[in-house]
């Protein structure tokens, strides 16, 4: 069992829907990174969450420490939202952190 | 703003050489983590400097080591390369390791081993 975990794997949505992807983990402390991944390009960090919620633009973030949950939220979307959604958590290690990285959504908006 | 810089963008290596991977991270930025992303597959942790010291090693293989210098640059050398070594390598960066330091990645070394 992975570490961190996310759903669905892989998604397929209309431009305009409403898109959710979840990030559950077992491991780390009270914060998550969100990062984004173009196909072939480089990963963008989206938000850094510790606790609540954060929204910029159409994306939208929560987090539940207790649960060690988190989802993303993408309202509206559009074919540019097309990615893979990796969430990344904190674990500690001799003092400093690595980071554990989720299997990773791989989504698909089409026009 | 200054971000994680990384070079080359892109390197291509025959099997056995050698290849040296360099990140330059967000400046005061103390800590580098370096992964390794093969097709399809979700970014696997190598290893990571905090103060010019390795602070943690991931799944590194043994032909590989790395090292942070004294302007906190870090440099990933990788020997006897092999095919299965084909792959995006990414460099991070964030603060005194703090887990709420917000983490930037560089756009990562695509390494072609032939």
């Known amino acids: 069992k992975n570490e961190v975990e996310q759903s669905p794997q892989n998604l397929t949505a209309q431009e305009g829907e409403f898109i959710t992807i979840n990030c559950s983990y077992s491991v780390g402390i009270s914060a998550l990174h969100w990062l984004q991944q173009h196909p072939g390009g480089g990963i963008v960090s989206l938000f850094m969450l510790s606790s609540g919620k954060k929204k910029h633009g159409r994306l939208i973030a929560t987090i539940n420490i207790q649960e060690k949950h988190s989802s993303l939220h993408i309202t509206a979307s559009h074919p540019r939202d097309s990615a893979v959604y990796i969430c990344a958590v904190p674990e500690s290690t001799s003092g400093t952190y690595k980071y554990i990285f989720g299997t990773g959504t791989r989504l698909k908006v089409l026009a | 703003a200054a971000g994680v810089i990384q070079s080359p963008r892109h390197l291509i290596k025959e099997k056995r050489e050698t290849a040296t991977l360099k990140c330059y991270p967000i400046?005061?930025?103390?800590?580098v983590y370096w992964y390794q992303q093969g097709p399809g597959q979700d970014p696997q942790f190598l290893i990571s400097?905090?103060?010019?010291?390795?602070?943690d090693k991931g799944s590194i293989p043994d032909r590989f080591s790395a090292q942070q210098f004294s302007d906190y640059h870090s440099e990933l050398n990788m020997s006897s390369l092999e095919l299965g070594d084909s792959a995006l390598y990414f460099c991070a960066s964030s603060l005194r390791g703090a887990y709420n330091s917000p983490l930037h990645f560089g756009n990562g070394t695509r390494l072609t081993v032939t």
């Open positions: 400097f905090y103060e010019k010291m390795q602070s």
């Open positions: 400046p005061r930025h103390d800590t």
